[in-house]
């Protein structure tokens, strides 16, 4: 059959994820503030501009009273994003509980939580009732705003229940679900008492994506192994129904950051920022403080790196923006402290009256601020235990044009399978190897380094995150197009 033109442009897209791109603070009782949201999914999902774009979500904030969820809907309106609120016990169960402290790790491979698990197991079945909850009231307000011919775009762990719900109040809604996170090999996902009906839920999409082949090779491998259904190059069939199942790797806006470089701003903070660590070499992490990001890790190999190479001690910085972050969760709570102990000690050891190896903040960075930082430095560290993407590594290649410094970056990031030609990549948890890996990157020679470079950069502005979301749009187009026609066959 010969395709039409399924281009989507302008196409009226439904993004549905439980993160807004902005979080509300409340100022009075009609009256709020809206900031920026923090992580990956955001920055991606920005910097797609080629559709008629709703975003469906949680502004991170309980509103209780009708004045205030009036005021904030209008408010949010704006910024085409229309609310779903949460109250404090679902958020609790739901997003604390069942998201942040079941899927997260165990998606992570960081294991079901540590701490007591008894009591996590009985807490199991109250956390996947509020899970289910919360995601058919995500359904309810999806529904009360679609629109016949709107594709509807799931987003991320939080709402892997979704697509069913959707399909229930309509069959011929087209439906997309994707994957920010790893999907973690069978044997880990079959440890959830929920693992069969959370992976009937997703195969309710039309289309379910994730961010390398690995991944979409897990969840084929859970659907034959947990579901005993067929597994095809497609994706998955059960009883002749099939779900498309396939690999999109998601990239940055890095117009933007690349514009950014050229903004007078910019150029003042990166100048300011050259000024401060004059004669010495700025290595930078930037990260969510979560477990996942490897931040105690990146801090020990950086201090066997100054405890093995007293000549650099004076010579070089390690800058660690690290913004807090579900920090109602007591795994994060234990991750502040352990990083700040970490940090101090270090600090401590090899700090002078005049200056200290770690700079470290606990918040985060307004975007001219980043790109400056992005800029001047010449080591970026990501040594994620385990990542869906990493989409800093992508912004830090982005704005090193002029300097092409180096980037060394955990083989467990889904970054790596992209990224990996010109990084140098590292076992996180091997603190040896990122050590002499630190040194390595240091003393690399430019011609090593521009090559490096040239490789990760071609990629990242040509990999982008409009394409990423225009593939998987129209590839869901064409979904829906081929299930009609097999259905008329
Ligand atoms: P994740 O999705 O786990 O948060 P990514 O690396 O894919 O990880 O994306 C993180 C996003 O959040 C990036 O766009 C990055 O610029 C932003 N970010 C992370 N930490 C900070 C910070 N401290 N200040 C500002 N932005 C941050
Ligand atoms: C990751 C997840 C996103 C999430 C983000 C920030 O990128 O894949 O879904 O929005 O982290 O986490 P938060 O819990 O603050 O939304």
């Known amino acids: 059959c010969e395709r039409q033109d399924r281009r989507p442009s302008k196409q009226r897209l439904l993004v549905v994820a439980n993160r807004l791109p902005v979080s509300a603070v409340r100022k009075g009782e009609d009256s709020w503030q809206l900031e920026m949201s923090v992580g990956g999914l955001v920055t991606a999902l920005l910097g797609v501009k080629e559709f008629e774009a709703r975003w469906i979500g949680w502004a ?74 919360a995601n058919q009231m995500f359904a309810d307000v999806v529904n009360e705003h679609y629109e016949e011919g709107d594709v509807v775009w799931c987003h991320d762990y939080h709402l892997m229940f979704l697509p069913k719900c959707l399909k229930e109040y309509n069959s011929k809604m087209k439906v997309g679900w994707f994957l920010h996170t790893p999907f973690p090999s069978s044997e880990i996902h079959r440890q959830l008492p929920s693992r069969s009906e959370l992976l009937r839920s997703v195969l309710a999409a039309d289309l379910v994506g994730f961010h390398t082949y690995d991944y979409a090779r897990h969840f084929v491998s859970a659907c034959t192994r947990i579901l005993g259904l067929e597994g095809t190059p497609e994706g998955v069939e059960d009883q002749g129904k099939l779900t498309r199942v396939a690999a999109f790797p998601i990239g940055i806006d890095s117009d933007r950051f690349i514009r950014a470089l050229e903004l007078p701003q910019v150029q ?55 913004v807090p972050t579900r920090t109602d969760v007591p795994e994060y709570q234990k991750l502040t402290s352990q990083v700040h102990e970490i940090v101090g000690r270090i600090n401590g050891r090899f700090g002078t009256l005049t200056a200290v190896p770690i700079h470290h903040l606990d918040r985060s960075l307004d975007f001219h601020a980043l790109c400056a930082l992005y800029a001047v430095t010449d080591v970026a560290l990501v040594t994620s235990l385990r990542d869906g993407m990493n989409l800093v590594s992508y912004e ?71 394409e990423w979301a225009e593939t998987f749009v129209s590839e869901l187009n064409d979904t829906i197009v081929e299930a009609q026609l097999r259905t008329k066959q």
């Open 268 to 322: 003042e903070h990166m100048k300011e920022l050259k000024g401060r660590f004059d004669g010495r070499k700025v290595m930078l992490g930037v990260d969510r403080l979560d477990m996942i990001k490897g931040i105690p890790q990146k801090l020990l190999a950086f201090e066997k790196f100054l405890e093995e190479n007293p000549t650099w001690r004076d010579k070089v910085v390690l800058l660690q923006i690290a």
């Open 396 to 466: 830090f290649v982005a704005c090193q044009a002029l300097k092409k410094g180096v980037l060394i970056l955990s083989e467990f990031a889904g970054a790596a399978q992209s990224l990996g030609a010109g990084a140098i990549l590292v076992n996180p948890w091997n603190v040896t190897e990122v050590a002499s890996s630190i040194g390595y990157a240091l003393n690399m020679p430019a011609e090593e380094r521009e090559k490096r470079h040239w490789h990760n950069f071609m990629h990242v502005t040509t990999h982008t995150s409009q």
């Open 60 to 133: 991170g904030v309980n509103v209780p009273d009708e004045i205030g969820q009036r005021a904030l809907t209008k408010a949010l309106a704006e910024k085409r994003c229309i609310p779903v609120f949460l109250d404090e016990e679902i958020v609790h169960q739901y997003y604390n509980g069942y998201c942040n402290n079941m899927l997260w790790p165990l998606f992570h491979y960081l294991g079901l939580p540590q701490e007591d698990r008894l009591a996590t197991t009985r807490s199991f079945q109250s956390q996947f009732d509020a899970y289910k909850k």
